[in-house]
C-alpha cells in the first residue's frame, strides 16, 4: 500500500472515530434531556453543573430553564400554603368575636328598644351573620381548591339530593313569597353527597335570592347517556349575555344586582364541587325571562 493508501485509511478511522464520538456524544445529551425532562415532570429536576462544550451546552441551557420553572412551581406551592395557613389562622381568631357580635345583637333585639335602635340591632345581626357566612365560604373554597377537603363520589339516588336542598330552602321561599318544587325522580348519578348538596343548594339559593316575590323556583331531572342534569330554572329577571361567561367568578356581581344581598362566591364553589366530579354547569338565560342553571353529573 503506497503512502496515499496509508493516508486514506488514517483519514477513514479519524473520520470513523469522529462519526462513534459524534454519535455517542449525541446520544449522552438526548439521554440527558430525556432524564432532566422526566425529573421536571415528577417535581424532582434540580440543575446540575455542566461543562462548556458544544453539546452541553443545550443541556445548560434546558437546565436553567427547568430550574427556573420548578422554583416558580415551588414558590407558587409555598404561596398557596401561606394563603391557606392564613384563612385558616382568619376564621380561627375570628369564629369568637362573631359569635359574641350576633350573641349580644340578639340580646339587644329581645330588649325593649326604640325603634330606631331595634332596627340598628336588626341590621348588627344581619352584618354578623353576613360576616360568619362569608368566611366559612372562603375558608370551603381555599381547602376544595387546596385539595384539604377530599371529595368520596360515589352513585347516589339523585332524590336524595332534591330533598335536602327542599328542606333547606322551604324557609327562605316562604319568607320571600316564592313557590319552590322539585319533580320526583329515580335517576341516579355518581357524585360525593355532602358536597354536592352544598353545590345544588348555591344554585337554588342563587334563585330565591334574585326572583321576585310570587316567582318560582323549579327544580327538574334529565337523564343522558353519560350524564344526569339537574336544573333549576326560576322566573326571575334573567341574567344578560354579556355577563354569564363571569358569574361563576369569585365574588362576581352582576350590574342589575349589585344592592341586593349576596357575596358573589356560592356560584364559584358550586362549579368548583361539580368539575371537581367530572361534572359541569351550564346556563340558559335571557334578561326578562328567566334563568336556568343545568347541573350536570356523570352516572358512572
Same mark, same amino acid.
Given at each position: 500500500?503506497?503512502?496515499?493508501?496509508?493516508?486514506c485509511?488514517?483519514? /477513514?478511522l479519524?473520520?470513523?472515530?469522529?462519526?462513534?464520538?459524534?454519535?455517542?456524544?449525541?446520544?449522552?445529551?438526548?439521554? !440527558?434531556?430525556?432524564?432532566?425532562?422526566?425529573?421536571?415532570?415528577?417535581?424532582?429536576?434540580?440543575?446540575?453543573?455542566?461543562?462548556?462544550?458544544?453539546?452541553s451546552?443545550?443541556?445548560?441551557?434546558?437546565?436553567?430553564?427547568?430550574?427556573?420553572?420548578?422554583?416558580?412551581?415551588?414558590?407558587?406551592?409555598? *404561596?398557596?400554603?401561606?394563603?391557606?395557613?392564613?384563612?385558616?389562622?382568619i376564621?380561627?381568631q375570628?369564629?369568637?368575636?362573631?359569635?359574641?357580635?350576633? #350573641?349580644?345583637?340578639?340580646? #339587644?333585639a329581645?330588649?325593649?328598644?326604640?325603634p330606631?335602635?331595634?332596627?340598628?340591632?336588626?341590621?348588627l345581626?344581619?352584618?354578623?351573620?353576613?360576616?360568619?357566612?362569608?368566611?366559612?365560604?372562603?375558608?370551603?373554597?381555599?381547602?376544595?381548591?387546596?385539595?384539604?377537603?377530599?371529595?368520596?363520589?360515589?352513585?347516589?339516588?339523585?332524590?336524595?339530593?332534591?330533598?335536602?336542598?327542599?328542606?333547606q330552602?322551604?324557609?327562605?321561599? !316562604?319568607e320571600?313569597?316564592?313557590?319552590?318544587?322539585?319533580?320526583p325522580?329515580?335517576?341516579? /348519578?355518581?357524585?360525593?353527597?355532602?358536597?354536592?348538596?352544598?353545590?345544588?343548594?348555591?344554585?337554588?339559593d342563587?334563585?330565591?335570592?334574585?326572583?321576585?316575590?310570587?316567582?318560582?323556583?323549579?327544580?327538574?331531572?334529565r337523564?343522558?347517556? #353519560?350524564?344526569?342534569?339537574?336544573q333549576?330554572?326560576?322566573?326571575?329577571?334573567?341574567?344578560?349575555?354579556?355577563?354569564?361567561?363571569?358569574?361563576?367568578? !369569585?365574588?362576581?356581581?352582576? *350590574?342589575?344586582?349589585?344592592?341586593?344581598?349576596?357575596?358573589?362566591i356560592? #356560584?364559584?364553589?358550586?362549579r368548583?364541587?361539580?368539575?371537581?366530579?367530572?361534572?359541569?354547569?351550564?346556563?340558559?338565560?335571557?334578561?326578562?325571562?328567566?334563568?336556568?342553571?343545568?347541573?350536570?353529573?356523570?352516572?358512572?
Open positions: 500500500m503506497g503512502a496515499g493508501g496509508y493516508v485509511l488514517v483519514l /477513514a479519524l473520520g470513523l472515530g469522529f462519526g462513534l464520538y459524534q454519535w455517542y456524544s449525541g446520544r449522552r445529551t438526548l439521554r !440527558r434531556l430525556d432524564e432532566m425532562l422526566s425529573a421536571a415532570v415528577d417535581g424532582s429536576f434540580r440543575e446540575n453543573a455542566f461543562d462548556e462544550s458544544v453539546p451546552a443545550l443541556e445548560a441551557k434546558l437546565a436553567r430553564f427547568l430550574n427556573g420553572s420548578a422554583s416558580s412551581t415551588r414558590n407558587l406551592e409555598r *404561596e398557596r400554603e401561606v394563603v391557606q395557613t392564613l384563612i385558616s389562622d376564621s380561627h375570628t369564629r369568637t368575636p362573631i359569635a359574641n357580635i350576633l #350573641l349580644y345583637a340578639s340580646l #339587644l329581645e330588649g325593649d328598644l326604640p330606631e335602635q331595634a332596627e340598628q340591632a336588626a341590621v345581626a344581619q352584618q354578623g351573620e353576613k360576616l360568619s357566612f362569608l368566611i366559612q365560604t372562603l375558608v370551603k373554597a381555599s381547602r376544595l381548591e387546596t385539595g384539604i377537603f377530599a371529595m368520596d363520589p360515589q352513585v347516589h339516588g339523585v332524590q336524595r339530593l332534591l330533598d335536602a336542598v327542599l328542606i330552602g322551604r324557609q327562605k321561599a !316562604r320571600r313569597g316564592l313557590s319552590l318544587t322539585a319533580e325522580t329515580s335517576a341516579q /348519578a355518581r357524585f360525593d353527597e355532602k358536597w354536592t348538596a352544598e353545590a345544588l343548594y348555591n344554585l337554588v342563587n334563585a330565591l335570592k334574585y326572583t321576585p316575590q310570587g316567582g318560582k323556583v323549579a327544580l327538574s331531572v337523564e343522558f347517556e #353519560l350524564f344526569c342534569a339537574i333549576v330554572e326560576d322566573n326571575g329577571p334573567g341574567i344578560p349575555e354579556g355577563e354569564q361567561g363571569a358569574i361563576f367568578g !369569585r365574588f362576581y356581581r352582576g *350590574e342589575a344586582v349589585r344592592d341586593q344581598e349576596g357575596l358573589g356560592g #356560584l364559584y364553589l358550586a368548583e364541587v361539580v368539575t371537581r366530579e367530572g361534572g359541569y354547569i351550564r346556563l340558559n338565560s335571557s334578561p326578562g325571562q328567566g334563568s336556568r342553571f343545568s347541573l350536570y353529573l356523570p352516572k358512572e
